[in-house]
């Protein structure tokens, strides 16, 4: 079922590619990227027609699908992976914390890391303030540079959720 769902994804941004803005993009991301050239708010539009088409956001909430479109090349399937998570995030508990040290681990730059930082881990810090603790601290002490940086975040979560 996912697999037809990133289709769809895949079929709709394909159809509003445009290399003229891919170009600069890419560039204001120092080349880490390739894009297909779809700006936000296009984006947006057709993030909101996939979830009207397929009723996704009424079901619970799916790693499948959100590790299938951080797994396509392009950055803005990783961007609708993140809209999908923003838009579930009432569904997020501390079981989907690994999942949020893995995207936070693949393909990092500041711009979905902030994101995930401020909004699904923080939520689920906020709920579940033992795994500042037990879990986000200790990425303060790995090799990978992204959680590293991110680790010192949980100082503000603290601040505003225990």
């Not at 445009?18 to 297909?36: D, G, I, T, W």
């Amino acid at each position: 079922m996912n697999d037809n769902r990133v289709s769809l994804i895949v079929s709709l941004f394909e159809r509003h590619r445009n290399n003229e803005n891919a170009v600069p993009m890419e560039k204001y991301m120092r080349n880490q990227f390739s894009f297909l050239g779809i700006k936000s708010p296009l984006r947006s539009q057709l993030m909101k027609q996939f979830y009207n088409e397929t009723g996704i956001l009424n079901e619970p909430f799916s790693n499948e699908f959100v590790l299938s479109l951080w797994d396509v090349k392009e950055r803005e399937y990783q961007l609708a992976a993140l809209d999908y998570i923003n838009r579930s995030l009432k569904k997020l508990d501390e079981e989907h914390i690994s999942l949020m040290e893995k995207l936070i681990t693949t393909k990092s730059w500041w711009d979905t890391v902030d994101n995930l930082a401020q909004k699904a881990v923080g939520k689920i810090a906020k709920d579940n303030s033992a795994i500042i603790d037990d879990r986000i601290e200790g990425w303060a002490y790995g090799n990978h540079l992204w959680p590293k940086n991110f680790s010192f975040i949980p100082t503000e979560i603290q601040r505003r959720y225990r």
